[in-house]
């Protein structure tokens, strides 16, 4: 396998693989979403705990022993999409209140792959480089996804933040920002989730 330069959240290449299914990273994706729901059973200890563990394998383990070849991309980074998902999530989990933790991850979790599978299908009509029709699946599923949560959470009016926090999911998504998306999605869901439970 050949090493490259790590670049700095940037996706620089860092190994030689064969060609990874997109399908099985999407998934990847979506389920990690589903721990979400252990946020308030572990506590922020635990979820901390987890999401580093995770952190821990998808930047070193993972691309040491090569077992991340079936859904690291080619010429992905070491801090590419695959380590900045569950950084972002270590960050929910630090920073925010629990119910806010939780329904950004579910959003992180959903807008992402959701938006990427539709775009890929419907390409037009187009914002900047995203595709529309992709945004909107991603805001759509993503708030029930979050609505569903908060729900299983016990939240009082859960539409109002659910809907909030993937709109601004499905923004972060598309914004050309330079950094990876899954920080953008997760930060920008849990600042609108935020007046919901401050």
């Known amino acids: 396998m050949m090493r490259g330069e790590a670049g700095f959240l940037s996706g620089t290449p860092l190994l030689s693989i064969q060609k990874p299914s997109e399908r099985t990273r999407r998934l990847t994706h979506l389920a990690f979403g589903t721990l979400a729901l252990l946020i308030e059973p572990l506590g922020r200890i635990g979820s901390a705990a987890l999401a580093a563990a995770a952190l821990v394998y998808n930047a070193w383990l993972a691309p040491t022993f090569g077992l991340d070849r079936g859904y690291r991309r080619l010429g992905e980074g070491r801090w590419g999409g695959l380590t900045t998902y569950p950084l972002a999530v270590l960050g929910l989990v630090v920073l925010a209140p629990a119910p806010v933790a939780a329904g950004a991850w579910v959003v ?84 609108a989730m935020l007046p919901w439970f401050a």
């Open 108 to 191: 992180l979790a959903t807008v992402d792959p959701v938006a990427a599978a539709v775009g890929s299908r419907f390409r037009r009509p187009r914002i900047g480089k995203k595709s529309l029709a992709g945004s909107a699946a991603g805001f759509v599923l993503g708030s029930a996804a979050a609505w569903g949560l908060f729900c299983r959470l016990g939240v009082p009016d859960p539409l109002a933040p659910a809907l909030c926090g993937a709109a601004a999911g499905a923004v972060g998504e598309v914004l050309p920002l330079g950094v990876d998306d899954n920080l953008v999605i997760a930060a920008a869901a849990a600042l």
